[in-house]
């Protein structure tokens, strides 16, 4: 069964420093992957998503992630975070079926 | 647009009640998917449908009840609530062909007593 694992569940900033997220999945198919953000009282939003192609995906907001696939890994990068990137990260992965598997997230507090 | 709508907003109920949560969209997106979000696991998905009169199983399924008679609307059915399924759960749609939840609706935040 596919699952994705997101080890940083917590992860204080501070402005200007920059940030990695890692994501690690398990399926040995071809899979599709993506991050969500969830903004303090809000509901999710597709930051980026990767489905072939160049591994390095650009988003919105200036986040990227980079699809390592012998590492089976999506981890999520800014090179400079905001107050206002502080969020709850989700992680997902599809292979293809209409079924979506999040992982547990990763809440981020940036500090001004 | 309205987008995804999902109402009630909160609700409290006694175990053993049943309810309906409501989701509608206004985008006539085929795909549509319930999901309950709890502290430290995420976003599980309970069942989805990719279209009207398709309906299938997610990863949490049990006690609950799904239909789509409609394109717009998709509602989800707890069939004697247990306080095991407090939670907060987000009805979500996508108008591309693998499902991929694009909008959300703002949640439905649930209390089992």
């Known amino acids: 069964a596919q699952s994705v694992s997101q080890h940083n569940h917590h992860v204080i900033l501070s402005e200007a420093a920059s940030l990695e997220l890692g994501c690690n999945y398990s399926y040995g198919g071809t899979v599709n992957l993506f991050w969500y953000v969830q903004y303090p009282g809000q509901h999710l939003q597709l930051l980026l998503k990767?489905?072939?192609?160049?591994?390095l995906v650009k988003g919105i907001k200036g986040f990227e992630a980079e699809f390592i696939k012998s590492k089976f890994s999506f981890n999520l990068r800014k090179p400079s975070v905001q107050w206002s990137d502080t969020a709850e990260y989700f992680c997902a992965v599809s292979s293809g079926t209409y079924k979506y598997i999040f992982g547990t997230g990763t809440r981020l507090k940036v500090l001004a | 647009n309205a987008g995804v709508t999902q109402t009630p907003k909160f609700q409290v109920l006694k175990t053993g009640q049943s309810m309906t949560l409501q989701c509608a969209q206004d985008?006539?997106?085929?795909?549509m998917s319930w999901y309950r979000q709890d502290p430290g696991m995420g976003l599980r998905l309970i069942h989805y449908s990719v279209g009207a009169g398709i309906t299938d199983q997610g990863e949490v399924p049990n006690g609950y009840n799904v239909s789509r008679s409609t394109t717009e609307d998709f509602p989800l059915r707890l069939l004697s609530a247990a306080p095991s399924q407090t939670s907060v759960y987000f009805c979500a749609s996508s108008k591309d062909r693998d499902g991929q939840p694009q909008h959300f609706g703002d949640g439905t935040r649930l209390s089992i007593l």
């Open positions: 990767y489905f072939s192609g160049d591994p």
């Open positions: 985008m006539n997106h085929e795909y």
